[in-house]
């Protein structure tokens, strides 16, 4: 008896010690599983690390998402030497076992990848003038407040309403060049050089300090005090009333300011003035005289108008104009001329007059005798060597009117030839006489020949103009171009 309970008692614990194995077994079992899984379920065999020349950077999950990342960054960089950088120091992916938590998305991979960058780029707002890549800042709001002080600085120092600015300006964000980046607080400046009057002050408003009363000044105004004080003690005077207080430049000032910066702003201004205005010449023609006479008919006289124009300025020249308004306070009185009807002939038609004297004696020019000549002598005598039966012509067309042979007053043989316009010339000591009476004659024509006849110490022409019946010096109308006006 006490065998078999030994024998049970045995087999008993036999069944114990293995079921402790069992269970012992099945633990270990557990704890490599567990194991593993907590060992392998950090890892992944479809994961990529991503190196941008030797440095680390990031492990993606998919090619597409590092894809996707570069172009990204790529979209937005302006920085050409940081480009040049980027494709001869590409991202290199390599396959490989990398725990989850080392995963990152395209973002998170752009962001390392621009930091990898960081001591070359910067993001920020680009700025294009025309076209070009001036410089970059912070933000756009900084180039806009820039451009907005421009415009107001420009109206400021050259009058007017607020600028207009000239050029073409973009802005455009992303990654530059950190050596591209101009301080915000330097913006305005540079976009303004040296366009503007060196003594303009900003007109901004400042506290004068005393919160007792709240007064303020601006800058302009306490310049303006200044001035006045300089003026006062330098003993010069205020411009007047009336007179423009923006500066006059000359084209070279003005080129060199305009030189100077990138950006520039035009203003524009009302300026109010009196106009002159012309009068017109108007003509009326006149019957009985010749074309080439005229006279005032009435004088004209100017009128005015009070004009406003638009102006435009840039760098303190003028470039546009354009007159809002004109009213006419005083109208202008024209001129009136009236002009002679009839073309004057050349006379050389016989009995059609030009109104000119022409030389009588085409062969013979010396003056023997002028007019008066200290003896109340009543014409002008033509003589020279072998002056006898040289021919005369008459000095203009007209119709022989009077002719006579012998003393005949002293005048000896001579010719009368009326004009027709109230001109009569004599033609007298003629040797001999070769027309009639009633006869026309053209100017130039031969009427007489050179004598002696009458009165006379020598073969001469005694020529005289008469006009209307009175004896007149022929030397005007024969040296100095007197034409007779009427028909």
């Known amino acids: 008896m006490e065998k078999i309970k030994k024998a049970l008692g045995f087999l008993f614990e036999k069944k114990r010690r293995t079921a402790v194995l069992g269970v012992f ?48 960054f790529l979209s937005e960089l302006r920085c050409p030497a940081v480009s040049q950088k980027y494709g001869n120091d590409p991202c290199r992916l390599e396959e490989a076992y990398v725990r989850e938590s080392e995963l990152v998305c395209e973002t998170e991979a752009k962001e390392r990848i621009v930091a990898h960058y960081s001591d070359a780029i910067r993001y920020g707002c680009g700025i294009k003038i025309n076209g070009t890549l001036f410089g970059a800042v912070s933000d756009v709001s900084v180039v806009d407040q820039a451009l907005s002080d421009l415009r107001y600085d420009t109206a400021l120092a050259y009058g007017g309403a607020e600028g207009k600015i000239c050029e073409t300006v973009e802005t455009q964000a992303g990654y530059y060049a950190i050596s591209l980046f101009i301080p915000d607080t330097e913006l305005l400046s540079r976009f303004e050089g040296d366009s503007l009057p060196a003594q303009l002050l900003r007109a901004v408003t400042l506290t004068d300090g005393s919160e007792e009363n709240g007064e303020e000044i601006t800058k302009s105004e306490e310049n303006s005090a200044d001035n006045g004080e300089e003026a006062a003690e330098t003993g010069e005077e205020s411009p007047e009333e009336g007179t423009s207080a923006y500066p006059e430049l000359s084209p070279e000032e003005s080129e060199a300011r305009y030189a100077s910066a990138p950006i520039h702003a035009t203003v524009t201004r009302e300026e109010r003035y009196t106009q002159t205005l012309p009068f017109e ?84 020019w010396t003056i023997t005798s002028y007019w008066g000549d200290g003896r109340g002598h009543k014409g002008m005598d033509i003589s020279g060597l072998g002056a006898w039966g040289e021919p005369i012509v008459a000095s203009d067309a007209g119709y022989v009117s009077d002719l006579s042979y012998g003393w005949s007053g002293g005048y000896g043989n001579y010719v009368d030839i009326d004009h027709g316009n109230g001109y009569v010339t004599r033609y007298a000591h003629c040797s001999d006489l070769c027309v009639e009476i009633g006869e026309p004659v053209a100017k130039g024509e031969i009427i007489a020949y050179v004598g002696s006849t009458g009165d006379s110490s020598g073969p001469h022409l005694h020529f005289e103009v008469i006009r209307w019946g009175e004896k007149r010096d022929p030397y005007p109308y024969l040296f100095e171009g007197i034409c007779i006006d009427r028909c």
């Open 281 to 364: 010449e108007q003509y009326i023609t006149v019957e009985g005289y010749y074309s080439d006479y005229w006279y005032y008919e009435q004088y004209g006289e100017e009128g005015e108008a009070a004009v406003c124009d638009e102006v435009t300025y840039l760098c303190g020249r003028e470039v546009g104009r354009e007159t809002r308004t004109k009213t006419v306070t005083c109208e202008p009185v024209p001129q009136i001329i009236a002009v002679g009807a009839t073309e004057r002939p050349d006379g050389f038609e016989a009995g059609v007059q030009s109104g000119t004297f022409s030389w009588p004696a085409p062969t013979l």
């Open 25 to 72: 077994a099945l633990l270990l079992l557990c704890a490599a599983v567990f194991g593993g899984y907590a060992l392998f379920s950090g890892k992944s065999n479809n994961a990529y690390r991503v190196y941008l020349g030797d440095e680390y950077l990031c492990a993606v999950k998919e090619k597409e998402e590092l894809s996707s990342a570069c172009d990204s």
